[in-house]
């Protein structure tokens, strides 16, 4: 692999205002993702990961800000850059999946202004070769019957069909990084597959950089090369992916992987971790999973969780479950 | 508003928060509103026993007078007081509207509980009507009856509102319909309630809220109506003073540079809609559970 | 679509009927009929009579509905006995005032709640949104004839900037005198528009398919412009169908204090004349306006509806 990483994110911070104070919500994320990689981002909702993305995407809803830490999209610093050449940035170096395709393409414009709008802005196509380029678009996606439905409008197609569209939408300028947000969680189980399949087949093909933000491992177990667990707003476990799925260190991430659920339900409850996540205004002192967790020792509560392992695997707990060996 | 059964809500219905979800000291529109208005009531109705100068009693060597300790309000262009014209003047502005949106909300009322619970070609025929009621505007209306014959307070009163009911009309036939899709309803027509008991026992109850505050919003509108047609020279008649009336007439006189003729009636008519609007509007968003 | 669209032109053309009679009775319904409101309450009894021969009124009522009806199909309004001319004659040129007047108003105030909606719905609940929020409020309960007040105050009386009322002969000049009135006229509506508008907007800056655009790069211009825009607009068109009357009632109020001849201005001083022929033909068009006005907007949203639909 290069060692040029195409997603470079270092020390990641991000903070939320509430009446005069700042509260972190997400703290120390660090992470790369190199071309043709996939990391999985996974964590209940709440735990932060998607406001990673967000960041990463430079979208972070208003009252939220990046307090510190630096993100790189091919070896050049965003946070250094004025907002207007960052916006230049999004759809050309870095595009995004989101979780719900009814909502995500808009009602009211035909399919293919709204795949090439991007692309029509950043390379100035006219008409025909706009139209062209969305139907190779829709095409490289797998659309039937593209080119008969350049005009038609989102609600004519199922929720899998303008999933695709929405993937469609992210390639438009060819990005070399495409965030995907939960974007199968709304779909049923085939179209889910589906989906994943050919955000497989393109990242290998167009060696894209995939950071693919999930709820569920086992949609990823298959595909992913790097494994990043979130809770409460924290990195608890880094790891490889074989070696993560070899054996998960961290109690959080075992009970991720036992209560892998069996239907597809959006925002599932992990019913074999008791409790909820805390509140990212209240967060406990010492490790946040402490309340909830099945191995919890007293200093658990007052100090924050050490980081163990090496860089393939890394785990930040005081009692990790033994490394597996690989 | 709740699936629940709407419970008895006595003789001072006005009283009854709990049609609109409790804890209205928690809607701070509710409440700024509220206060606004009571404070321009108290202005009209106490005021006048507070600061005892005659609204019509002429001083010919103080025309114009700009405001002062003595004439807070100044003095008109017949060296009247203004305050006491304004606080006088309120009464009319006030009452009249209040009182005719009383007769609008009975009239709205009767006539969209009767469209709902007829026969739907009846109701068929009865929105048509409402239709072409609601295409004059209220306004307009009036000034049609101001030209043909004289008003008087009374007659303000039946015309404001005779002309005023059919939005209302219209809001009360759809939540009529609306309830008679509900569960309750027909259970009760199941056990075979008539219509008239029907009409008395569930549905009146369930309409309270949205009459309350659709009345809330006819009362606004019907100070602006009273106030433009007063200002038009065909309401409330001099020398009897309405906020309206004296907004024209200081108009009129705007050319002299007397400003405080023009202020203080445009902002108490601003401020008696402002106020009523900000109410409806806070048990508006109350019954919508926003 | 089409039995849609007959169907919505026959609903308007019965209410336009049974407006046709209202007005009919109100008429008919004064205390002593439309001679006393002419002759004034003293008039002998013989002059009424007299006068009730002369315009038919001592017919059977049915009579003078079906009369009244031939009368208006011809185009005929009635005749004023103050200004001695047939009202049709009188309205047409006082209405294309008041449609100058309401339309330039009108234009103003959808152009500005446009930008002042899409400028809050992206503020949404940041101090700037709810500063405009508060002042949508305020203006919106504004009567015009205070406002115009104010602003003959200000840029007439005391700047002298403006002319207070009236018309001008030359095309700049009645721009010039239709600076104010419009800008009155326009002020609530504006606020009523973009308060709603502004609703509607933030609803849809909510909607996925904004962070979707976002994503793709998209300037916040593009997005206002391309995509919210277009779908926030729709219930627009069902709103000024609806806020007609106001416009009506506002466009009396302002054309009086302008003394700009217009309908509502005609309205008005055919009123204090009590020339009750010229206002109840002045009342019938509003009336009709009105109607039709709401016709257009229904079929405009509707043909906008066929074209594209929500979930």
Redesign the interface.
Known sequence: MSADPLVAVESLRVTARRAGRTYPIVEDVSFQIEAGSLLALVGESGCGKSLTAAALLGLLPWGLAIASGRIRLEGQDVLALAPAQWRRLRGRQVGAVFQNPLAALNPSLPIWKQVVESAQLAFGLDRPAARHRALELLERVGVPDAAQRLDDYPHQFSGGMRQRVAIAVALACNPRVLVADEPTTALDLITQAEILGLLNRLRLEQGLAVLFITHDLSLVAEYADQVLVMYAGRVVEQAEARRFFAGPRHPYSRALLGAIPRLATPEVRLTDIEGLPPNPLDYPSGCRFAPRCPRVIDRCRSEDPPPVGDERQRVFCQRPWAAEGI | MSEAAPRRWGFLPLLRWGAFGGRWRAQPLVASGLAVFLVLVAFAWLGPHLYTISPYAIHPHRLFRPPSARYPFGTDDLGRSFLARMMYGGQPSLGVAIVGSVVAMLIGLGYGMASGLSPPWVDKVLMRLLDALLALPTLVLMIFFAAIVPLGPLSLIVLLGLVSWPGLARIVRNEVLAYKERDYVLAARQYGARTAYLARKHLLRAMFPIVVVNATFTVADLILTLAGLSFLGLGIQPPTPSWGGLLGNGSNLAITGSWWLILFPGLAILLAILSLNLVGQGLLNRLEGR | MWAMIVRRLS?SA???A??V??VFF??HA??GG?AY?ILGSHASPQAVAALNRQMGLDRPLPEQYLIWWAHLLEGRLGYSYIQHVEVSHLIGVYLERTLILDLAALGLAIAVAIGVGLLQGYL???IGGRIIGFFQ??F????V??T???L??AFS?QLDWLPPGGVGHTLAGHARHLVLPVLTLALPIAAGFSRYFGHQAREEYR???V?????????EW?IAT??VL??AVRPFITLVGMMI??L??GG??TE??FNYPGLGWL??R???D???PT??A??LI???L??LG?LIADLLNSMLDVR????
């Open positions: 609903v019965i209410s336009l049974l407006l009679t209202l109100m008429i004064t205390p439309p409101s949404a609940e940041r409020i305020v919106y309960a504004m009567p004839f205070f115009g007040i104010l003959i105050y009386m909607q996925d398919y962070r979707t655009a976002r994503a793709r790069g998209l300037c593009r391309h995509h277009r779908n009357p106001v009506f009632v009396v109020l009086s204090v309205l008005w055919s009123a204090l009590q020339d009750y206002v109840s002045i009342t509003i009336g009709v009105t109607i709401n594209v639909r929500y979930e």
